[in-house]
């Protein structure tokens, strides 16, 4: 099983200032197909995960343009441009380059 | 927007046995693998098990492999995970996704005597 490490587990952050995740991977997530399935999902108070970033850096429909994911093989990154007060939340990377799926162990984003 | 909506959740003894269902709409349904993901209370998120577009391949989560089976009826557009032999750590809310990308409300299954 691929385990994903993640740090910090929490981050306070200042509004308009810039925030930080990192994903470290026990094996790489390149896929045979060429693709890394690295995602970075958000998950709001009492709301239901939303995807952010998929293959390591694209957008999801609908994500502000403040966050952007980079990396490669087994490290990953996820960044917030400049923090709003709705970023609030725990923020989870997921790898889903082989079976079983496995998530982080969230970061959890303060003020 | 592509809407999910998880029912059949609820309290259960240990042992006992529950079957979630997953209504889709707004999307082709039986074109996307479907995924079931679960996330016991304050904890973190923990895939459970995921089947392919025609049903063809099922995939588990080694904690409940052998109690759990995911189906799909792509008539009705409509997943499901039966549970059975359910234990307290099965506890969580079980959201159904579409191939990881859009995720439903969740339902919350709670399991105590």
């Known amino acids: 099983e691929i385990v994903l490490t993640q740090t910090p587990l929490s981050s306070p952050v200042t509004l308009g200032q810039p925030a930080s995740i990192s994903c470290r991977s026990s094996?790489?997530?390149?896929?045979?197909?060429?693709?890394?399935?690295l995602s970075w999902l958000q998950q709001r108070p009492g709301q239901p995960p939303r995807v952010l970033i998929y293959?390591?850096?694209n957008r999801f429909s609908g994500v502000p343009d403040r966050f952007s994911g980079s990396g490669s093989g087994t490290d990953f990154t996820l960044k917030i441009s400049r923090v709003e007060a709705e970023d609030v939340g725990v923020y989870y990377c997921?790898?889903?380059?082989?079976?079983?799926?496995?998530f982080g162990q969230g970061t959890k984003v303060e003020i | 927007q592509v809407q999910l909506v998880e029912s059949g959740g609820g309290v259960v003894q240990p042992g006992g046995s529950l079957r979630l269902s997953c209504a889709a709409s707004?999307?082709?349904?039986?074109?996307?693998?479907m995924h079931w993901v679960r996330q016991a209370p304050g904890k973190g998120l923990e895939w459970v098990a995921a089947?392919?577009?025609?049903?063809?391949?099922?995939y588990y989560a080694q904690s409940v492999k052998a109690r759990f089976t995911i189906s799909r009826d792509n008539s009705r557009s409509t997943l499901f995970l039966q549970m059975n032999n359910l234990r307290a750590e099965d506890s969580a809310v079980y959201y159904c996704?579409?191939?990881?990308?859009?995720w439903g409300q969740g339902a919350l299954v709670t399991v105590s005597s």
């Open positions: 997921m790898q889903t380059a082989r079976f079983p799926h496995t």
């Open positions: 707004t999307f082709l349904f039986s074109t996307y693998a």
């Open positions: 094996q790489s997530l390149l896929h045979s197909d060429g693709h890394t399935y």
């Open positions: 293959k390591i850096s």
């Open positions: 089947i392919s577009h025609d049903g063809g391949k099922n």
């Open positions: 996704t579409r191939a990881l990308d859009y």
